[in-house]
């Protein structure tokens, strides 16, 4: 004999089930136009770029079906620096591409900047950086790289001092080489810090990201038989024997607003995960998009 309690558990499905809301659903939010700006500084080029464009409401769910971007090319944008004003102007990377530049502009390590757009029709907007100060990189122990048949189980550690403000990094390993039976040859070739498989079950390289500065002094290993692999594969490429020169490391170091939008863009996308809306993350106030910077070292040990 049913209890009490269970019909009544049954009449409330039943009513939940038949007596929901009338209203439709949809995944849309209310559409505002706004400006949307994206620009990293980098102290890797003498001339800066910043996108601007308007957002837009496709009329369905998908946002790829839309192909064409209104610009506004006519907003005044300015970078300034504590003793410096850059001004960008409008140009075209391609046929369909508008951007702002600012040529002659290098970034300092350690320098902050402020992001300045005055458009006629959608106000002002604003954000700023700070450059990560320089960095610096080591090798331990460059026998490893030297006599890397004689440390085949060990690691290459790689010892890196982060600048002040810096809250992500990257260290890229290069080898520089040139061709036994081409002298003049010269070469790079990226040492991946792993292998993994691909979707084919191949084995495939596996190469650093971007990782939380959680201290100032963090240490990178590469495993010896990743670079004694990379050296077997060049060799294979080429048929030839393969001459080491040296080698080539870079330290990528991130500000808080980049490394922010990096990590919330790409933090979910697992494989455990069923996600139908993808976060995002912007500071340009009265605006969307990201202003952020990266400054770049580099070591270079010559053998």
Sequence with gaps: MRSPLVHTFVLLGFLLATGGCNESFSPKAPFQQRLVSYSVLTTQSNAQYLLLYLNYNPPGFDPYSVTTITYDTGATVVVSSPSKNFQFHDTLLSPTIHAFVAPLFRPLPGTSYVLSIVSSRYGTLSSSTTMPAQGYLSVADQSRLLYPNSFSDQNIEIDCVLGQGAHGYLVRF??????????????????????????????????????????????????????????????????????PMGARLLLIQVDQSLYTYFNVANGFQDKFSIRTDQPDYSNIRNGLGIFGSFNVDSTIIRY
């Design 174 to 243: 290069f080898l520089d080489y040139s061709l036994e039976r081409d002298t003049t040859f010269r070469g790079t070739e990226q040492i991946p810090i792993s292998f993994g498989q691909d979707s084919l079950g191949l084995t495939a390289p596996i190469y650093p990201v971007l990782q939380r500065a959680d201290g100032p002094k963090p240490i990178v290993m590469y495993p010896v038989e990743n670079y004694l692999q990379t050296i077997v594969a060049l060799t294979a490429r080429y048929a030839t024997g393969i001459k």
